[in-house]
């Protein structure tokens, strides 16, 4: 059985250089009907657990350490057993939103995670945070970008620890590498495509 994705909208607060931002959050679940990742475990750790169910998960995986993306991974790791996986570049992040819990494993660029017999690999796409990273599932076709890439171009790189330059660097090598058809799911909003997005992605 080839992996399936499901959408689950959580809502809570974003923070960040003493601001506070009112957020709504994609969090997708991958995999069959007897295991499953989760990537972006946020605000709502109750609720990701009741759709993964009687499901095993498998891992909790990050695409950045923006405390609307992990603030309730640990909560779910510890509920499931399953570990925490983020690009070590970000653990500046992490430690703001939780300094007395490390991730359990850490990501890297072209590292390959397997689910339902379904492949998504990790691709280090800096910009929006050090350490953010997407996923891209080659059989499903869908890229998994977090706050990287949005319906409507690059993803917020006004605050610390990003760079805009960067971003468009991360987008054009990685992301307009992969096929123009492949769905991008993102971590606020809208799905899109690459082919649609090309247009929006300046500088």
């Known amino acids: ?71 309730a991974a640990p909560a779910l790791a510890d509920r499931t057993g ?37 492949e998504l690999s990790v691709l280090h796409t800096p910009g929006h945070a050090p350490g953010a990273v997407c996923l891209y599932a080659k059989e499903l076709g869908v890229v998994f970008t977090g706050d990287t890439l949005f319906h409507g171009g690059p993803g917020a790189t006004g605050r610390s620890y990003s760079d805009y330059p960067t971003i468009v660097r991360s987008i054009r090598e990685k992301l307009f590498a992969l096929p123009e058809s492949t769905r991008v799911n993102t971590g606020h909003g809208e799905s899109t495509t690459l082919a649609a997005e090309k247009a929006n992605v300046t500088g």
């Open 1 to 71: 059985m080839t992996a399936t994705v499901q959408n689950v909208v959580t809502s809570g607060v974003f923070e960040l250089d003493g601001g506070s931002w009112d957020v709504d959050n994609n969090v997708w679940i991958v995999g069959d009907d007897k295991e499953v990742f989760v990537i972006d475990a946020a605000h709502d750790a109750d609720r990701i657990a009741d759709v993964v169910g009687e499901r095993t998960l498998r891992a909790i995986i990050c695409t950045h350490a923006h405390n609307d993306h992990v603030n």
């Open 82 to 118: 399953a570990p925490i996986l983020l690009h070590p570049d970000d653990r500046v992040l992490w430690d703001m939103t939780h300094p007395d819990r490390a991730p359990d494993g850490a990501l890297a660029d072209g590292q390959v995670l397997t689910i339902a017999g379904t």
